[in-house]
């Protein structure tokens, strides 16, 4: 499995626009080959900074596979406006997300209300 990370620097100003637009060519994504799953995450510190991160099949559906696709060239045709500057683009390779055993952090919080 590989994942692509896009770190998409978005114009301050044009951040809501920037959500609007991805919503509309995010199909185009969805229906690529060897597409498995994305996800569009806002910066905290940096809320102009988006990271998108796709899940591919193996690296050769996302490029050269969707990247030299019609699909893909509308998809930053969508897109590209609201970039302040070049989106950087790599990929890693790896298992899906495990989950930690660990408790709840709030199952371990007691309340000191006896009367």
Do not use: C
């Amino acid at each position: 499995m590989i994942y692509e990370i896009a770190v998409l620097p978005v114009h301050k100003e044009q951040i809501e626009q920037f959500q609007r637009a991805f919503a509309n060519v995010e199909p185009l994504l969805r229906r690529a080959e060897g597409y498995g799953g994305h996800m569009l995450a806002q910066g905290i510190e940096t809320p102009e900074q988006f990271n998108l991160i796709v899940r591919w099949r193996s690296l050769e559906d996302h490029t050269p596979g969707f990247e030299a696709s019609e699909d893909h060239r509308i998809f930053m045709l969508g897109l590209e406006e609201y970039f302040s500057e070049e989106p950087t683009v790599y990929h890693i390779e790896g298992a899906a997300f495990t989950a930690g055993d660990h408790e709840d952090p709030d199952s371990t919080l007691h309340s000191n209300t006896d009367s």
